[in-house]
Nanobody, 115 residues
């Protein structure tokens, strides 16, 4: 079955960087658009970034444009999210997902931005 395992979360100061990783299995990764979504405490799931099957096209939520970069390695079946210039409002649980709404997602990794 589909398995998505995120890693790389943690505590970072405002202005800092983190790189999230997701290992995928149980489906044809290279044939799937992939996404990162997040959920802040007390809020719903929010689209963060998406990437086309071949990695050539990426889309971003407006608040992360220019700061976050989504990428993928189809040989390793891995998805990444490089997060730079992080802000307190980026604090959330981040999920790797097979769809933009996050219906099929991993267990998540906590990202906390705080001084």
């Amino acid at each position: 079955q589909v398995q998505l395992v995120e890693s790389g979360g943690g505590l970072v100061q405002p202005g800092g960087s983190l790189r999230l990783s997701c290992e995928a299995s149980g489906f044809t990764f290279s044939g799937s658009c992939m996404y990162w979504v997040r959920q802040a405490a007390g809020k719903g799931l929010e689209f963060v970034a998406g990437i086309y099957r071949d990695g050539m096209v990426q889309t971003y939520e407006d608040s992360v444009k220019g700061r976050f970069t989504i990428s993928r390695d189809n040989v390793k079946s891995a998805l990444y999210l490089q997060m730079n210039e992080m802000k307190v409002e980026d604090t959330a649980v981040y999920y790797c997902a097979k769809d933009r709404q996050g219906r099929t997602r991993g267990q998540g990794t906590q990202v906390t931005v705080s001084s």
